[in-house]
């Protein structure tokens, strides 16, 4: 369905009991974000909130898309798959074959609605400019600041628009924007973004860069910013798609190159000047979990500050997850499966992100196998595919009737076709520059795990293939390797050959002497893979210990394997690959970059937030999230120092 306005959206969640209205004063500075914080790490999500006091004119909704159930409200469907299914069947449509008058005559409806999804530009004024403030000033907006060592308060759920000076060619993309003035914020694109191929193509002509900034509105438009869609695919085709009709634009006052939703809450208009110093933007609690450090970023000069009467600040959080990105990503997930399946990997049946592996560490891929190297062939496609070029952990599995959700069972079926000699893949490659396992910043390590079924000619008859259900004895390893702060051994006793272990490094090259050490102890024979964590980390908590794990490695730089004659099968190999997922320092590692903190909140806000509680309406009291991670933090800096 199309909302005619964010005000609608919130509307509907209302009366769909998803939402809370805060009438407390909550202090958009750390508070609304610890607040936020809590209940969106709620089962399913939490709900969303709309802060009505702020301190400022506007109210402040945050966590509106923060589950399943709000995205597919958000989006007008059932279920996120129904989006697929449309996809996939107006793809067919196109693109089957047309033999004769008649099938090309059943085309002509579903093109006049194709025509129907495009925006259009439309005269006059819309109600985004309803307002116009006298003075721009952004200061006068409840732009939160979310993390306690953040550079300042960021604009977290911005709209943003720019044009390419040669083709004229549209891109909205979401970058966030940290405020340094009433007229000036940093514009955080990253080199990959098209945004910043805009921006370069304006320092060839040496003209300043028409940028507008929307927020709220339909909530099609925040959804269609983060959308991984091809170059020159305009966002607000995907938009009218979604919503089911055209999205309507009205030109900028003061930029009048740049169209923006007439329906948006605010429009910040401005530009950027090839010619500026670049601005030292950050740090900035991220959605890695940790903080992303500051940078060198261009310069973004506010021009107008239009809104509508009764605008709705929209903002957004990320942090340690899970978050309300985790369900904007699970939504990319869903939709973009068809187009993916399609287009370029037609053997992919399902797909899915964990929110342990925050996007683009960790996919997990299930394959239609009919041949052998089949599993490399989707590797390559896959990285190859949009901004999959980012993934960094690629599992492939062609497993049976189970969901590729149910980790428990696909776990089972990966390690037990898995090979660890044979059956990894190391690579390098672009990666996300918020990457901080990566030696060189944007470049770094690859790794696919194929977990598919194995043809001989894929099949090395010299390993060990039998899978045998192993009991560790953990204090015995705590006591021989003080290094050693915490085993889970729990995964093998449920067929799942893979230890995680706790350590404490102390010299350089421990992490591999340590794995061969461990590996030359017959009473583990047939562990097919050992992943290591940071000491501070508890590693039977899993989903804690695999998040750690994924930011922390880079799979090429970061692997050992181990291999012994087999005592099980003489004439045999054992295999086991060891992961070293680590911090990584100079001293130990020859690690030269800054190694950003984990995201945590501190005590002051937590105790603020604790005191209101009761005042807010919003139940019992949840305990911070951030204090079962306080052990974990390195020092108080967005740095980590060890």
Same mark, same amino acid.
């Given at each position: 369905?199309?909302?005619?306005?964010?005000?609608?959206?919130?509307?509907?969640?209302?009366?769909?009991?998803?939402?809370?209205?805060?009438?407390?004063?909550?202090?958009?500075?750390?508070?609304?974000?610890?607040?936020?914080?809590?209940?969106?790490?709620?089962?399913?999500?939490?709900?969303?909130?709309? @802060?009505?006091?702020?301190?400022?004119?506007?109210?402040?909704?945050?966590?509106?898309?923060?589950?399943?159930?709000?995205?597919?409200?958000?989006?007008?469907?059932?279920?996120?798959?129904?989006?697929?299914?449309?996809?996939?069947?107006?793809?067919?449509?196109?693109?089957?074959?047309?033999?004769?008058?008649?099938?090309?005559?059943?085309?002509?409806?579903?093109?006049?609605?194709?025509?129907?999804?495009?925006?259009?530009?439309?005269?006059?004024?819309?109600?985004?400019?309803?307002?116009?403030?006298?003075?721009?000033?952004?200061?006068?907006?409840?732009?939160?600041?979310?993390?306690?060592?953040?550079?300042?308060?960021?604009?977290?759920?911005?709209?943003?628009?720019?044009?390419?000076?040669?083709?004229?060619?549209?891109?909205?993309?979401?970058?966030?924007?940290?405020?340094?003035?009433?007229?000036?914020?940093?514009?955080?694109?990253?080199?990959?973004?098209?945004?910043?191929?805009?921006?370069?193509?304006?320092?060839?002509?040496?003209?300043?860069?028409?940028?507008? /900034?929307?927020?709220?509105?339909?909530?099609?438009?925040?959804?269609?910013?983060?959308?991984?869609?091809?170059? &020159?695919?305009?966002?607000?085709?995907?938009?009218?798609?979604?919503?089911?009709?055209?999205?309507?634009?009205?030109?900028?006052?003061?930029?009048?190159?740049?169209?923006?939703?007439?329906?948006?809450?605010?429009?910040?208009?401005?530009?950027?000047?090839?010619?500026?110093?670049?601005?030292?933007?950050?740090?900035?609690?991220?959605?890695?979990?940790?903080?992303?450090?500051?940078?060198?970023?261009?310069? @973004?000069?506010?021009?107008?500050?239009?809104?509508?009467?009764?605008?709705?600040?929209?903002?957004?959080?990320?942090?340690?997850?899970?978050?309300?990105?985790?369900?904007?990503?699970?939504?990319?997930?869903?939709?973009?499966?068809?187009?993916?399946?399609?287009?370029?990997?037609?053997?992919?049946?399902?797909?899915?992100?964990?929110?342990?592996?925050?996007?683009?560490?960790?996919?997990?891929?299930?394959?239609?196998?009919?041949?052998?190297?089949?599993?490399?062939? /989707?590797?390559?496609?896959?990285?190859?595919?949009?901004?999959?070029?980012?993934?960094?952990?690629?599992?492939?599995?062609?497993?049976?009737?189970?969901?590729?959700?149910?980790?428990?069972?696909?776990?089972?079926?990966?390690?037990?076709?898995? &090979?660890?000699?044979?059956?990894?893949?190391?690579?390098?490659?672009?990666?996300?520059?918020?990457?901080?396992?990566?030696?060189?910043?944007?470049?770094?390590?690859?790794?696919?795990?194929?977990?598919?079924?194995?043809?001989?000619?894929?099949?090395?008859?010299?390993?060990?293939?039998?899978?045998?259900?192993?009991?560790?004895?953990?204090?015995?390893?705590?006591?021989?390797?003080?290094?050693?702060?915490?085993?889970?051994?729990?995964?093998?006793?449920?067929?799942?050959?893979?230890?995680?272990?706790?350590?404490?490094?102390?010299?350089?090259?421990?992490?591999?002497?340590?794995?061969?050490?461990?590996?030359?102890?017959?009473?583990?024979?047939?562990?097919?893979?050992?992943?290591?964590?940071?000491?501070?980390?508890?590693?039977?908590?899993?989903?804690?210990?695999?998040?750690? @794990?994924? &930011?922390?490695?880079?799979?090429?730089?970061?692997?050992?394997?181990?291999?012994?004659?087999?005592?099980?099968?003489?004439?045999?190999?054992?295999?086991?690959?060891?992961?070293?997922?680590?911090?990584?320092?100079?001293?130990?590692?020859?690690?030269?970059?800054?190694?950003?903190?984990?995201?945590?909140?501190?005590?002051?806000?937590?105790?603020?937030?604790?005191?209101?509680?009761?005042?807010?309406?919003?139940?019992?009291?949840?305990?911070?999230?951030?204090?079962?991670?306080?052990?974990?933090?390195?020092?108080?800096?967005?740095?980590?120092?060890?």
């Amino acid at each position: 369905m199309a909302f005619s306005n964010q005000q609608q959206f919130i509307d509907v969640l209302e009366r769909a009991g998803e939402l809370i209205r805060i009438k407390t004063y909550v202090d958009p500075k750390l508070e609304i974000a610890e607040i936020t914080d809590r209940i969106s790490k709620e089962p399913g999500g939490g709900k969303a909130l709309l @802060f009505e006091n702020t301190g400022y004119d506007f109210p402040v909704l945050m966590n509106a898309y923060g589950s399943e159930r709000r995205m597919c409200l958000a989006l007008g469907v059932e279920k996120l798959d129904d989006i697929a299914a449309d996809i996939e069947n107006l793809f067919k449509l196109l693109t089957g074959p047309k033999e004769g008058l008649l099938d090309k005559l059943r085309l002509l409806p579903k093109l006049s609605e194709f025509a129907s999804w495009m925006p259009k530009v439309k005269k006059g004024r819309g109600a985004c400019q309803e307002v116009v403030m006298a003075n721009p000033d952004i200061t006068k907006l409840p732009v939160i600041t979310c993390w306690p060592n953040d550079g300042g308060p960021f604009v977290t759920l911005p709209v943003i628009h720019t044009k390419d000076p040669n083709t004229n060619i549209r891109n909205v993309g979401m970058y966030r924007m940290q405020v340094f003035g009433p007229t000036l914020t940093g514009m955080h694109w990253h080199r990959h973004k098209v945004s910043a191929r805009h921006f370069s193509e304006y320092k060839k002509l040496n003209k300043r860069m028409p940028v507008a /900034v929307a927020l709220g509105g339909d909530p099609a438009y925040a959804y269609s910013a983060t959308a991984p869609l091809p170059d &020159n695919v305009d966002e607000y085709m995907l938009a009218g798609f979604l919503r089911k009709k055209k999205v309507e634009l009205v030109k900028c006052i003061t930029q009048p190159d740049i169209e923006v939703p007439a329906d948006a809450d605010f429009v910040i208009e401005g530009y950027v000047d090839p010619n500026d110093e670049l601005i030292w933007e950050g740090p900035f609690g991220d959605h890695t979990g940790y903080y992303s450090l500051p940078d060198w970023y261009p310069r @973004f000069h506010i021009t107008a500050i239009t809104h509508k009467k009764n605008p709705v600040y929209p903002a957004t959080i990320v942090g340690i997850p899970p978050q309300e990105d985790a369900w904007l990503g699970k939504a990319t997930e869903r939709i973009f499966l068809a187009p993916i399946k399609m287009t370029m990997v037609p053997e992919i049946m399902d797909m899915d992100m964990p929110v342990e592996g925050v996007f683009h560490n960790l996919v997990i891929t299930k394959i239609q196998k009919d041949y052998p190297g089949q599993g490399q062939k /989707v590797m390559n496609a896959m990285w190859g595919a949009g901004q999959m070029m980012f993934n960094k952990i690629l599992v492939l599995t062609a497993g049976g009737q189970f969901p590729i959700t149910d980790y428990k069972q696909l776990a089972q079926d990966v390690f037990r076709n898995l &090979n660890p000699a044979t059956d990894l893949s190391f690579t390098q490659g672009p990666m996300d520059v918020l990457d901080h396992s990566c030696s060189k910043l944007g470049f770094g390590g690859k790794m696919c795990i194929d977990g598919t079924n194995k043809y001989d000619e894929e099949t090395d008859h010299r390993y060990l293939s039998s899978n045998k259900r192993l009991m560790i004895n953990v204090m015995e390893w705590k006591n021989k390797y003080p290094e050693i702060s915490s085993v889970n051994g729990s995964l093998t006793a449920i067929d799942i050959p893979c230890l995680i272990i706790s350590v404490e490094k102390n010299r350089k090259g421990h992490i591999k002497e340590l794995h061969q050490q461990l590996c030359s102890d017959a009473a583990i024979e047939g562990v097919k893979m050992i992943l290591y964590v940071e000491h501070t980390v508890d590693a039977n908590d899993l989903p804690v210990a695999l998040w750690r @794990f994924c &930011n922390n490695l880079d799979p090429k730089r970061d692997h050992v394997l181990s291999e012994q004659p087999s005592t099980q099968e003489p004439g045999k190999i054992w295999a086991c690959m060891g992961l070293d997922g680590t911090l990584k320092t100079a001293a130990l590692d020859d690690f030269y970059r800054d190694w950003p903190n984990i995201i945590v909140a501190d005590d002051a806000t937590i105790i603020a937030v604790d005191k209101k509680w009761k005042e807010l309406g919003l139940g019992k009291l949840i305990p911070s999230p951030s204090l079962k991670y306080k052990h974990q933090v390195y020092g108080q800096d967005a740095v980590a120092r060890s």
